[in-house]
């Protein structure tokens, strides 16, 4: 069974000055769009979808010490990564989120 590489890209994703919906905030190498649902001005989900528009697995990572960095670099912000498999580089590709979702509803994945 071959192994799938984690790759922390180090690009931040920012909902800002979007209005309520749902919205694409990322489009990987691979054509996998993350997307955002905001309502009321605050983030309630992310989701991810392929070119043809079928949903595509999303996982998030987070920590529960935000001033303490497990991996170098990636947590040190406090902020949480969001990450989905870009055929491209036939890995999981992951970003920051600057505005993180309430952990309970923070990714709705069939």
């Known amino acids: 069974m071959p192994l799938i ?4 890209t180090n690009e931040r994703i920012s909902l800002e000055n979007l ?5 694409v905030v990322k489009v990987t190498p691979g054509k996998t769009k993350i997307l955002a649902y905001i309502v009321d ?9 392929d070119k043809m528009g079928n949903r595509q697995p999303l996982l998030s990572i987070s ?3 935000p ?3 497990l991996i170098p670099g990636v947590f ?4 949480c990564q969001v990450c989905t498999y870009d055929a491209v580089y036939d890995s999981i590709l992951c970003y ?3 505005e993180c979702p309430p952990s309970d509803t923070m990714i709705l994945d069939h």
């Open 41 to 49: 001005g605050r983030v309630t989900r992310y989701e991810a979808e």
């Open 5 to 8: 590489q984690f790759i922390f």
């Open 76 to 79: 040190g912000d406090g902020f």
């Open 67 to 69: 001033d303490h960095s």
């Open 96 to 98: 920051t989120l600057i």
């Open 19 to 23: 209005g309520d919906g749902r919205h």
């Open 63 to 65: 920590q529960d010490i």
